[in-house]
């Protein structure tokens, strides 16, 4: 019997990214619990958690094909979540010896532990990778200690307000309203961007090729031009069993009889077993954590110029030594570097740029054609792939961003390197398994072309999992930042990663092929990361347990 979620006390950003449902605006906001404030704080919170908006299924295109008495929600205007640092549930009066369960990662908060996530807050190495003002004031200002995230969403077509942006200015000012010196909480102040008060994000627009001229619609592409949103993991309990076995592919965990089951619930929810069949120790009483989860918040700065002009002077020598002129030869350096093309279809489902170009003009014809069942077929591709096939590298590099991020079933410890085709085919994720991340986020900063790096342009991304250190930080570190699990020595992520005066990326070729290696050399940094702290998701049990100060360790 598949296992039932209560969706009521979980908090909606945990299950699914809002983006996916039609909801392309937000904004973050920080909080202070100010000093000798807890009890009035947590009125504040118990006012504020009846705004909450929680996992219930509300109507959207992703719950159009569900039985309707499962659809209970309100389609909110503006959805709202909470989260606190370990220093915020102290300040709200969370007993210590509930506080003392929570993992070390966590209580020690990620500017302390930059050093581990290859981070430079202060500018030490690159002046301009210094974190905004917001995450650094706390160290010299008590008064400006990160307690609280709170998040807001906003529909594309609200049901109160003109727009999205009404209605996310409408949420703020609530909150806005009942904050200040003189109140129990106070908004903090230092985010980059056009207000200090909140980091602005939202989906970057594109020419509807569906409308009439000039007609745009939400894209969604980051700054970069990566389509984004694909392959998020998939868990027991996240989805109604009328779409899991369609959504577990290639999502989910791969199984040595080749087929997908859903990753264990524990990796991504508190209170449930992992992979490891084990409910990882939590802090008493057990409804203080359960259905809850722990989030990294990263802010990233793009430094768009910098990745097109490399990519272009990159594939100059790369086209004339392949046979592609500049167009193709540009798509193709941006994809191995990716391990997808720029519209998401990965490289292990077409390897070459004119195979490509078919695979688009087939779901182009399938969806022309309204042939459903040929459209879903080809886009089920887009997850459902594995590297069995590609041991050389030559199809998707062992180095791309996504073979790096999530290595599928490339690094089963049980399969031989030279093991036969048919054998490498019954490979599975199991060292994969505890390493998956829920991603959620939206672009920020200007959708225009730029002539400069030194913009407000970016990414915001919100990490969700059971662990931490075993799952954000070890991706962070030893995947992203170190290659010598994908045979690449120091090499780091071309897109992510960090890159020195010796940094490369190589973009490897057949046996067969009768060419070299392709060497892209002396990458300049491409991301950096701005700024970000660790929260823990309470569920809406711990919410109340917060708010009304009943948490009760013994």
């Avoid at 909110?76 to 509930?98: E, K, Q, S």
Wanted: aromatic share 10%.
């Amino acid at each position: 019997m598949a296992l039932k979620l209560d969706l009521s006390d979980i908090q909606g950003n945990v299950l699914i990214g809002y983006g996916r449902l039609g909801f392309p605006k937000a904004r973050c906001v920080l909080l202070h619990v100010n000093r000798n404030q807890a009890a009035k704080a947590r009125a504040f919170l118990e006012e504020l958690r009846g705004k909450i908006t929680t996992a219930e299924l509300w109507p959207s295109s992703k719950t159009a094909d569900l039985p309707r008495e499962i659809v209970t929600a309100q389609r909110p205007d503006v959805a709202i979540n909470v989260a606190f640092t370990f220093m915020g549930l102290l300040a709200m009066g969370v007993p210590v010896r509930t506080l003392r369960g929570l993992p070390d990662e966590f209580q020690q908060g990620m500017l302390d532990r930059a050093e581990i996530l290859s981070d430079d807050p202060y500018g030490h190495g690159r002046p301009e990778s210094r974190w905004d003002p917001i995450w650094l004031n706390e160290r010299s200002d008590p008064h400006a200690e990160i307690h609280a995230l709170v998040t807001f969403n906003a529909s594309a077509q609200p049901t109160h307000f003109d727009s999205p942006e009404a209605a996310l200015e409408d949420a703020f000012q609530w909150l806005n309203k009942r904050c200040g010196e003189n109140e129990a909480v106070s908004i903090l102040a230092g985010h980059g961007g056009a207000n200090p008060l909140y980091q602005d994000m939202g989906a970057l627009l594109e020419p509807d090729p569906e409308g009439p001229p000039g007609r745009m619609r939400y894209s969604r592409s980051e700054h970069f031009g990566f389509a984004d949103g694909f392959g998020d993991p998939v868990f027991e309990g996240q989805y109604p069993d009328a779409v899991m076995a369609e959504r577990v592919v290639g999502q989910g965990k791969r199984t040595a009889d080749q087929t997908w089951v859903p990753l264990a619930t524990g990796e991504f929810l508190l209170g449930y077993p992992d992979e490891a069949q084990e409910v990882p120790g939590a802090s008493a009483p057990l409804d203080f954590s359960r259905n809850g989860t722990f989030l990294a918040y990263r802010k990233l700065h793009q430094n768009v110029k910098a990745f097109s002009d490399y990519i272009s002077s990159t594939a100059t020598r790369y086209g004339a030594s392949n046979g592609l002129d500049q167009e193709a030869a540009e798509e193709t350096i941006k994809a191995k570097m990716a391990g997808r093309w720029s519209d998401g279809v990965p490289l292990m489902v077409a390897p070459t740029y004119g195979e490509w170009q078919a695979f688009r003009g087939a779901l182009s014809k399938a969806k022309a054609d309204k042939n459903e069942a040929e459209f879903k077929r080809l886009s089920q591709k887009l997850t459902d792939f594995t590297y069995g096939a590609d041991t050389d590298g030559s199809k998707c590099p062992f180095s791309s961003h996504l073979r790096r991020a999530n290595p599928r079933d490339m690094l089963d410890p049980t399969m031989p390197a030279d093991a036969p085709a048919d054998q490498l085919a019954k490979a599975t994720s199991v060292l994969n398994n505890r390493r998956r991340l829920l991603r959620r986020g939206l672009p920020y900063g200007g959708t225009t072309p730029i002539d400069s790096d030194e913009v407000e342009q970016g990414v915001l991304l919100l990490f969700l999992c059971s662990s931490l250190f075993r799952q954000f930080e070890f991706i962070q570190q030893q995947w992203m930042q170190y290659g010598l699990d994908f045979n690449a020595g120091n090499d780091t992520c071309p897109i992510i990663g960090n890159h020195d005066s010796e940094a490369k990326f190589v973009i490897a070729t057949s046996a067969d092929s009768g060419k070299p290696p392709f060497i892209c050399d002396r990458p300049p940094q491409f991301v950096e990361t701005r700024g970000g702290a660790y929260f823990f998701v309470p569920s809406m049990t711990s919410l109340r347990l917060i708010a009304q100060g009943l948490t009760d360790p013994t």
